[in-house]
């Protein structure tokens, strides 16, 4: 259910959960297909990279290193037929993962709730961000296309509104994340009509 796609500063705890559920209650379970194979080592971390094979979370605790990684979840579903567990299938999320400069040492401080509207939705071609409840705290935005591209990343600093010009991006569905520290991530999408300016 979730976008693969993460967007995490560098030596700040990083998390992603891929939220798949099986309709007919079956048990999933999470590995990392490439760990263990040849040449492979996890990414650079303060403490660990792992995930968790009963709920799938990923937990980066601290990347190190700032650039792209790419990695890949089997979810596989286990049936339970009469206190025996059959293998029924899996399947794979390929999870695309930026880790960029700009936000380590994130102010802590917590109280406000911070928002994030996007205005027009859809747009002609501007879109504006304006982050509410961010006065004196940093935050970094991303923002994906539709097959997890990596297209803008802003770091809002101190400034409680932004806006960004994207009149320059072909017409289809954004995918934004607002990554705070202190108040966690808020994400959302938006829609550039055709013929934008």
Known sequence: ??????????????????????????????????????????PAASSSFYIDSLTGDV??????????????????????????????GSSMQEVWSYITAGTAGINDETGNTSAITVYPNPSGGTVYFKADGMENKSALLCITNSIGQL????????????ST????LPAGMYFYRLL???????????VILEGNE
């Open 151 to 162: 297209v803008k990343t802003i770091d809002i600093g101190a400034d409680p509104e932004l």
């Open 1 to 42: 259910m979730n976008i693969p796609v993460v967007c995490s500063p560098v030596y700040s705890f990083y998390d992603y959960n891929p939220a798949a559920f099986d309709s007919d209650g079956d048990s999933l379970y999470y590995e990392n297909t490439l760990r263990g194979t040849t040449g492979y080592t996890d």
């Open 59 to 88: 937990v980066w605790d601290q990347p190190t290193t700032i650039g792209n990684y790419v990695y890949d979840i089997r979810i596989t579903e286990w049936r339970n037929i009469a206190g025996t567990y059959y293998n029924v």
């Open 165 to 168: 010009m994207i009149g320059n």
């Open 180 to 190: 705070n520290q202190a108040e966690g991530t808020k994400q959302g999408k938006f």
